[in-house]
């Protein structure tokens, strides 16, 4: 449980960052492309503002993550030795083809405005944007082979690459890189809208904060849509290819066709029911989950307690998760339709920089969804995580796992610090 807890904490932390660096690396690359063709200083200093705020969130992802992979050694390594063979070489892909791209590019757009041309600068941010964003994709097909393993043969006790194509085509993968990169757009888009709103709100630097605030709404209406759609095709595989996740997601104990949806529900685990169980909506959790009022829909007692995942915390996320996910899209339909006079609606302005946290939020509850959901299983259906922890004593997951907490904390305070005073400074004059 130590192991387990400290890397939830170290992941959680981390993934604050993430979505941001993908997200604001290609918002970035568009506000470069547009001043390379019509050469308006006001998007060059829009790259430079959002790029000085995007230099502090990437340093920190980069501390950050580093630790997540050391743990498959220190915390995992029964996980690393059973599956390192499919696990490593993902990993190491990651490192060589996009992450070291990444850096490299990051220095050059960092040191380059001066010495390269606007469209030679450009580019480079297209290849920071592109290298942050492949990272992803091989970071998500690691994932995807945990909850959808294939390709794979097991030979001498462990798991050993029987099919390249294979892991790098499944459809989990890819289900979750679509899911991740559009969440990572809504984090990016409200990121930019809650801090124009902030600035809108004591007209200062009206222009600049006018586009950047129009650019958000525009990019966050369509891509909180696209989280919506591609949620409900994820929940598709979800109820195809972990019915125990999508139980625990629903509380449903009952094998059922046409399975009704419940509005309100209170889920009650040791007694394998739900305390509360009202509003139902007759065959909706059945065409969720299969596109058919009547399909079966499997119930949790319909696999073994020891099967089973949490069922408190799986619900709640998966509430917490789709509730963000259907405010997002109304919040940026509002400021799309109003996008030519947001300066004069203080009120949606003071609401967008409170709406700045909701998209994080949504982000951290979907991945608990998906990673506690899947509970026991670390490999799904092939290593259980109980089987994958280090011969490690109490005491020392006890105590780094306080020692990271603590370092973990000093780290997020400094940086938000740098962001938040980055942010209240504004762009610099030319």
Same mark, same amino acid.
């Given at each position: 449980?130590?192991? #387990?807890?400290?890397? %939830?904490? +170290?992941?959680?932390?981390?993934?604050?960052?993430?979505?941001?660096?993908?997200?604001?690396?290609?918002?970035?690359?568009?506000?470069?492309?547009?001043?390379?063709?019509?050469?308006?200083?006001? /998007?060059?200093?829009?790259? @430079?503002?959002?790029?000085?705020?995007?230099?502090?969130?990437?340093?920190?992802?980069?501390?950050?993550?580093?630790?997540?992979?050391?743990?498959?050694?220190?915390?995992?390594? #029964?996980?690393? +030795?059973?599956?390192?063979?499919?696990?490593?070489?993902?990993?190491?892909?990651? +490192?060589?083809? %996009?992450?070291?791209?990444?850096?490299?590019?990051?220095?050059?757009?960092?040191?380059?405005?001066? @010495?390269?041309?606007?469209?030679?600068?450009?580019?480079?941010?297209?290849?920071?944007?592109?290298?942050?964003?492949?990272?992803?994709?091989?970071?998500?097909?690691?994932?995807?082979?945990?909850?959808?393993?294939?390709?794979?043969?097991?030979?001498?006790?462990?798991?050993?690459?029987?099919?390249?194509?294979?892991?790098?085509?499944?459809?989990?993968?890819?289900?979750?890189?679509?899911?991740?990169?559009?969440?990572?757009?809504?984090? +990016?888009?409200?990121?930019?809208?809650?801090?124009?709103?902030?600035?809108?709100?004591?007209?200062?630097?009206?222009?600049?904060?006018?586009?950047?605030?129009?650019?958000?709404?525009?990019?966050?209406?369509?891509?909180?849509?696209?989280?919506?759609?591609?949620?409900?095709?994820?929940?598709?595989?979800?109820?195809?290819?972990?019915?125990?996740?999508?139980?625990?997601?629903?509380?449903?104990?009952?094998?059922?066709?046409?399975?009704?949806?419940?509005?309100?529900?209170?889920?009650?685990?040791?007694?394998?029911?739900?305390?509360?169980?009202?509003?139902?909506? &007759?065959?909706?959790?059945?065409?969720?989950?299969?596109? $058919?009022?009547?399909?079966?829909?499997?119930?949790?007692?319909?696999?073994?307690? %020891? $099967? #089973?995942? &949490?069922?408190?915390?799986?619900?709640?996320?998966?509430?917490?998760?789709?509730?963000?996910?259907?405010?997002?899209?109304?919040?940026?339909?509002?400021?799309?339709?109003?996008?030519?006079?947001?300066?004069?609606?203080?009120?949606?302005?003071?609401?967008?920089?409170?709406?700045?946290?909701?998209?994080?939020?949504?982000?951290?509850?979907?991945?608990?969804?998906?990673?506690?959901? #899947?509970?026991?299983?670390?490999?799904?259906?092939?290593?259980?995580?109980? $089987? %994958?922890?280090?011969?490690?004593?109490?005491?020392?997951?006890?105590?780094?796992?306080?020692?990271?907490?603590?370092?973990?904390?000093?780290?997020?305070?400094?940086?938000? /610090?740098?962001?938040?005073?980055?942010?209240?400074?504004?762009?610099?004059?030319?």
């Amino acid at each position: 449980m130590l192991s #387990r807890l400290q890397f %939830a904490a +170290a992941t959680v932390f981390h993934f604050l960052f993430v979505p941001l660096t993908l997200g604001l690396s290609v918002l970035i690359a568009c506000m470069e492309t547009a001043y390379a063709r019509t050469d308006n200083p006001v /998007y060059k200093r829009m790259a @430079k503002f959002w790029g000085k705020l995007f230099l502090i969130n990437f340093t920190l992802g980069v501390v950050t993550g580093i630790t997540l992979e050391f743990q498959f050694g220190t915390n995992w390594s #029964r996980y690393s +030795a059973y599956m390192g063979d499919i696990f490593g070489s993902l990993l190491a892909i990651e +490192a060589t083809a %996009a992450f070291f791209l990444e850096s490299t590019m990051i220095g050059v757009w960092h040191f380059g405005w001066e @010495k390269l041309s606007p469209k030679a600068h450009a580019t480079i941010a297209w290849l920071v944007a592109l290298a942050s964003n492949l990272s992803a994709v091989w970071i998500l097909i690691a994932n995807g082979f945990m909850q959808n393993p294939l390709g794979f043969v097991i030979r001498n006790g462990r798991v050993e690459l029987a099919d390249f194509i294979a892991v790098i085509t499944n459809p989990w993968a890819w289900n979750e890189f679509v899911h991740v990169v559009a969440g990572a757009f809504c984090v +990016a888009t409200f990121f930019i809208a809650g801090i124009s709103a902030w600035h809108l709100l004591r007209k200062q630097h009206e222009e600049f904060f006018g586009k950047s605030m129009r650019l958000a709404v525009t990019v966050g209406l369509l891509a909180s849509i696209v989280v919506a759609v591609q949620g409900h095709l994820h929940g598709n595989l979800v109820a195809k290819l972990q019915p125990a996740k999508l139980a625990a997601m629903e509380s449903h104990w009952e094998t059922t066709k046409n399975a009704p949806m419940y509005l309100l529900q209170i889920p009650d685990e040791k007694g394998e029911k739900n305390l509360v169980q009202a509003m139902p909506v &007759p065959g909706l959790l059945s065409f969720l989950a299969f596109s $058919d009022f009547n399909a079966e829909v499997k119930g949790l007692k319909d696999f073994a307690p %020891a $099967d #089973r995942p &949490p069922v408190g915390l799986t619900f709640i996320a998966f509430r917490v998760m789709v509730g963000i996910g259907t405010l997002m899209p109304l919040l940026m339909l509002i400021g799309y339709l109003k996008r030519g006079k947001l300066a004069a609606m203080p009120t949606y302005l003071k609401i967008m920089i409170w709406a700045m946290p909701l998209p994080y939020l949504g982000m951290e509850a979907g991945w608990t969804v998906a990673e506690v959901g #899947r509970q026991p299983w670390i490999i799904n259906g092939l290593m259980r995580t109980a $089987d %994958a922890v280090s011969p490690i004593t109490v005491g020392q997951a006890g105590s780094s796992l306080v020692a990271m907490v603590l370092l973990y904390t000093l780290l997020g305070a400094a940086g938000a /610090y740098l962001m938040l005073a980055a942010a209240r400074k504004g762009p610099q004059d030319a």
